[in-house]
């Protein structure tokens, strides 16, 4: 497609409120684009006045026509790889689509605003991605991306003038969940907060039902992923639960991200997953088998080895401090090994629960004691192994009592090891 074509296809769309097939035409990776790139002299952007003249001569409306060619200097600086100019096009299209077509347009442009703005989010990622300052001065590109989706939210939820299916206030959740996006990527998980406040409350804005499911997945992941990171367990849970079930089954990429989050918040219900459910999830399954494995046996060495392994991996998914949660479960399960082996008795001596800890690579007591300091050392580790144990009472993963003078744990005669789903949790 030559540039000439390019141009009268976007102004003919663009006057005849085509939203879907223009946002073919402005899209960085549509088919239509790679014709336009493919047929564009290598001088294109050298002499600028000749585009311009061009429009002229078509008698181009001058909007469509600096759309047509800011979306032009996307695709050139992208093919040759400059991609700070590629993200620095892409804000200027979007911010030229903003102020003279957005502002003023009924819900038509929304299928163009998604794209640019998804565009510009790709674009802002890579040109971070090859910044060498980039991570020691914030994720500059990303950050002004997320300023620009916001934008484009406020100027969706204000919408007065445009009644019904013509406000562009449909496209309120899904630039909301855009912006959700961009938030966690530049780590302000902070100001999603007012976003969920402004989407929620507003009684003119549509009702989520009324979108469509994959709109409906995306914002209830991010609800849920929002939740998890502010440890209200509760709450992710149902909104990840929610979204799993409805996510299409095709779509595994999107599945797994949910489950990241999903597995640990079942965990700490006493769920685990399903081999079955495993086994169609390769990536998951790498990731949590070993830790499911250490708690059905009570192997905490083995769950410090997974921990420790995928440290890197569970902090940057925000994950690390559920799994050190989900460590209690291992060492219940240790505690009723200890109490299965001593004949369920009711009376199970604290050095015993002490011994098994240490079998299994737990430090405890003072490290690196001199020989006649022994004892002391022995009793600062049944102290510390005592204190696991009340916290493991308290928490609701035992029933019973440490009887600190007589170095013994009383266990409830009946359930001294309650299931995980039916445990009394601390207020």
């Known amino acids: 497609m030559k540039y000439a074509d390019h141009l009268r296809q976007v102004a003919s769309l663009g006057e005849s409120e085509d939203g879907p097939a223009l946002s073919l035409h402005l899209s960085y990776s549509s088919k239509q684009s790679a014709r336009v790139l493919a047929s ?62 957005v502002g003023s347009a009924s819900s038509w442009c929304l299928p163009v605003l998604y794209v640019l703005l998804a565009d510009l989010r790709y674009l802002a990622a890579v040109a ?31 919408d007065r003038v445009n009644p019904g299916p013509t406000s562009r206030r449909k496209g309120v959740y899904k630039i909301a969940s855009l912006s959700m996006k961009c938030y966690f990527k530049v780590d302000r998980p902070a ?34 992923y929002l939740a998890f990171l502010n440890g209200e367990e509760t709450s992710a849970r149902e909104h990840l639960e929610w979204a799993f079930e409805k996510c299409h089954v095709r779509a595994k990429r999107n599945q797994e991200l949910i489950l990241t989050y999903l597995i640990p918040l079942r965990l700490l219900t006493g769920t685990f997953p399903s081999a079955k459910l495993l086994a169609s999830y390769p990536t998951i399954n790498a990731l949590y088998l070993p830790f499911l494995s250490a708690i059905r046996t009570g192997s905490l060495k083995a769950y410090d080895e997974a921990l420790a392994a995928a440290q890197h991996s569970f902090s940057d998914m925000a994950c690390w401090m559920t799994m050190e949660r989900v460590r209690e479960i291992c060492v219940r399960s240790l505690f009723k090994v200890v109490w299965l082996a001593s004949d369920r008795a009711s009376r199970v001596g ?23 300091d022994v004892s002391m050392g022995e009793m600062d580790a049944l102290d510390e192994t005592e204190c696991i144990i009340t916290t493991m009472i308290y928490k609701g993963y035992m029933k019973g009592y440490v009887s600190h003078e007589k170095r013994t744990v009383v266990l409830a005669k009946s359930g001294p090891f309650p299931s995980l789903s039916a445990r009394k949790q601390p207020k």
Request: net charge neutral; charged share 15%; proline share 3%.
């Open 40 to 101: 564009l002299p290598a001088h294109a952007l050298s002499d600028s006045s000749t585009l311009q003249h061009q429009a002229q001569q078509l008698y181009i409306a001058e909007l469509w026509a600096t759309l047509a060619y800011q979306h032009v200097c996307v695709l050139v600086s992208g093919k040759k790889q400059d991609h700070q100019l590629a993200y620095t096009s892409q804000a200027q299209l979007v911010s030229t689509f903003l102020g003279k077509v």
């Open 128 to 158: 971070d991605s090859v910044n060498p300052s980039a991570t020691s001065q914030g994720l500059p590109c990303q950050e002004d991306c997320a300023r620009t989706v916001n934008r484009a939210f406020s100027l969706c939820a204000t």
């Open 191 to 224: 100001l999603c907060k007012n976003l969920v406040r402004a989407t929620t409350s507003d009684p003119s804005i549509p009702r989520l039902e009324t979108y469509s499911l994959a709109d409906q997945v995306t914002w209830r992941y991010y609800l849920g």
């Open 350 to 372: 604290v050095g015993a629960f002490m011994k098994a800890m240490k079998m299994q690579g737990v430090e405890l007591g003072l490290q690196g004691v001199k020989d006649e």
